[in-house]
């Protein structure tokens, strides 16, 4: 794969007409990095927010080998990372899917929210003595700007029953929730440990962890979340005051927060009608979040020159399909001098971006190359820039 400095650098040395997947590894590494000092137990990448190689292997180098996957593309994806660790937290799952898990590949920690998956998995495996199960509570999202309720977990009245069925199968016994994608405050964290609190003590079964699950959040446009330190802080003020129990353990399961700064794309305009722009790639391609999940990525004009000439202007962004819904309506913060045959770099796709793509309409296809210097945004780092300092700087 090529790699250049810059966006500029690439558009200069190759002009391309395809969208291209900018990747810097070195940010999931810092991402990586950072979970790895600041939180106090294990962390376990959520293998669908970006599955691209060159991001698995700076997550790896930099020390995350426990992985959570949904299915067994994704489990044989890392099945041969060294000394890697797989969680099949997909609270509902095939017989044939769990069995060939457990025996082929040797998953031994499986997510359950009702008595009928615990019975399927105990079945599976052949009532196996070494599992690691995890039941999933149900967990109000009320902070979070993709809410997940509502179609996992275990409700309040089940899972104290379901809790100690668990115990009595399992090696090692934890629970896991969560609390939404993309959590705006801290306080997500403590009021569902706080739930999860409750009905481990109404259950009795003593418990072995405690995983949070996803949720960290990162930066976009008008999106501005409190520092990762205060959602750790949240969590470990809170487990402190729980009764549950010595010695158990805390798991994390970061998916955005780890790899939405390690890629960008770079799409071309195809068109402007005056405050719309036509760009070759959209909703059915790497921008999904920013046309069904209010999202507005951090975009920025490049031409091969590096300049920004003249004052900024908002406008939507209109992918390249005849679908009529592929709009991401921001609005974006660009030159207002940008026209057909200009590019643009659009931030904060390395998560769901690409593994969202699809070929709708014949799109889809992708140039891909390393870029080595730092992402228009970050949640890492002493002095991160937000977007009212790009915009007043162009």
């Known amino acids: 794969m090529a790699e250049f400095e810059t966006a500029e650098e690439l558009v200069r040395q190759s002009a391309p007409e395809r969208p291209v997947l900018c990747v810097r590894p070195h940010a999931a590494a810092r991402a990586a990095r950072w979970f790895s000092e600041h939180f106090p137990g294990p962390t376990i990448y959520a293998l669908k927010a970006n599955t691209a190689p060159q991001i698995l292997a700076a997550l790896t180098d930099a020390g995350i080998t426990r992985f959570d996957v949904a299915s067994l593309p994704e489990i044989d994806q890392v099945s041969d990372v060294p000394q890697a660790r797989l969680y099949f937290m997909n609270p509902v799952k095939a017989r044939e899917t769990i069995a060939r898990a457990y025996f082929d590949y040797g998953v031994r920690a499986f997510a359950l929210d009702s008595f009928d998956e615990l019975d399927k998995i105990v079945s599976a495996t052949g009532n196996a003595a070494d599992l690691q199960l995890f039941v999933r509570l149900a967990c109000p999202n009320p902070h979070a700007l993709i809410p ?12 104290p029953e379901l809790l100690m069925a668990a115990r ?24 569902a440990l706080q739930i999860a609190g409750e009905r481990i003590c109404a259950g009795g079964a003593m418990i072995d962890m405690l995983d949070v699950g996803g949720g960290f959040p990162s930066r976009y446009v008008g999106v501005e979340p409190p520092p990762l330190e205060a959602f750790v802080s949240s969590i470990v003020e809170t487990c402190e005051r729980l009764t549950i129990g010595e010695g158990v353990q805390l798991m994390c399961e970061p998916g955005r927060a780890l790899v939405a700064e390690a890629e960008s794309v770079l799409v071309r305009v195809e068109a402007r009608r005056e405050h719309d722009l036509y760009i070759n790639d959209g909703a059915f391609g ?11 990525y951090p975009a920025r004009l490049v031409r091969p020159d590096g300049g920004h000439p003249g004052s900024v202007q908002p406008f939507r962004l209109l992918g390249p399909t005849c679908d009529s819904v592929d709009v991401m309506p921001g609005p974006y913060w660009l030159p207002g001098c940008i026209g057909e045959g200009d590019y643009i770099e659009i931030g904060q796709v390395g ?19 390393v870029l080595t210097d730092e992402p228009m945004v970050t949640m890492y780092g002493d002095a991160p820039k937000r977007m ?4 007043s700087a162009q």
């Open 168 to 191: 009595q199968r399992a090696e090692r016994l934890g629970v896991t929730f969560h609390v939404g994608s993309q959590a705006m405050t801290p306080q997500s964290f403590g009021e």
């Open 351 to 369: 998560a769901y971006g690409r593994v969202l793509a699809s070929g709708f309409n014949g799109f889809g296809a992708y140039d891909e190359a």
């Open 388 to 391: 009212s300092d790009r915009r």
């Open 148 to 159: 997940l309720e509502g179609k996992y977990g275990v409700n309040e009245a089940d899972a």
């Open 286 to 296: 790497t921008l999904y979040d920013g046309a069904y999940s209010g999202f507005t």
